[in-house]
T-cell receptor, first 114, second 111 residues
Framework: NAGVTQTPKFQVLKTGQSMTLQCAQD?????MYWYRQDPGMGLRLIYY???????DKGEVPNGYNVSRLNKREFSLRLESAAPSQTSVYFC?????????????FGDGTRLSIL | EDQVTQSPEALRLQEGESSSLNCSYT??????LFWYRQDPGKGPEFLFT???AGEEKEKERLKATLTKKESFLHITAPKPEDSATYLC????????????FGSGTRLSIRP
């Protein structure tokens, strides 16, 4: 039972490069989320998808785009990476579409932008 | 402004020494409050959900409580394996995407 799987686990980019972080869940959950976690700060929501085909901005969406490819997969794209985007990125999923169900997290992607 | 504050930032206890972690919130409308445990290099792991003031949930050595302004995570007779960062998060009524996490309490239990 894999739960939420994120790839890659680690990545180093140069400023201006682009990349896509992948996330897949096998729990048949409706909602999926992307967060970033920085030292001394709480998890901050980047984007949210309540169901297949829908996405909404969270607290810190600038510089990111997302795609809800199907019910299982939710990807996060950095079009032109900046040093301020150095962070640990977590994907999560939850059963309902209303946001009041507990979230299940992957183990993160550690991203460094030089 | 909606805010979630956790205290203390870090706590070191001796094995068996009980204590409490605090999560205070100032939000426009609380739909639910969640507690998570996060181990180094891992994603947060769900512990509890609390929906209304007066509610309590228990799991092994952990008990979570909720009032109108704060939540406590009580740890009774902790063991070294309870060492982790504990996060609280609040879900607001205003939007399904409005989820605010606290910055966490790093708990260390010495044998």
């Amino acid at each position: 039972n894999a739960g939420v799987t994120q790839t890659p686990k680690f990545q180093v980019l140069k400023t201006g490069q682009s990349m896509t972080l992948q996330c897949a869940q096998d729990m048949n959950h409706n909602s999926m989320y992307w967060y970033r976690q920085d030292p001394g700060m709480g998890l901050r929501l980047i984007y949210y998808s309540a169901s297949e085909g829908t996405t909404d901005k969270g607290e810190v969406p600038n510089g990111y785009n997302v795609s809800r490819l199907n019910k299982r997969e939710f990807s996060l794209r950095l079009e032109s990476a900046a040093p301020s985007q150095t962070s640990v990125y977590f994907c999560a999923s939850s059963e309902g579409s209303s946001g009041n169900q507990p979230q299940h997290f992957g183990d993160g992607t550690r991203l460094s932008i030089l | 402004e909606d805010q979630v504050t956790q205290s203390p930032e870090a706590l070191r206890l001796q094995e068996g020494e009980s204590s409490s972690l605090n999560c205070s919130y100032t939000v426009s409308g609380l739909r639910g409050l969640f507690w998570y445990r996060q181990d180094p290099g891992k994603g947060p792991e769900f512990l509890f959900t609390l929906y209304s003031a007066g509610e309590e949930k228990e799991k092994e050595r952990l008990k979570a409580t909720l009032t109108k302004k704060e939540s406590f995570l009580h740890i009774t007779a902790p063991k070294p394996e309870d060492s982790a960062t504990y996060l609280c998060a609040v879900q607001l009524y205003s939007s399904a995407s409005k989820i605010i996490f606290g910055s966490g309490t790093r708990l260390s239990i010495r044998p």
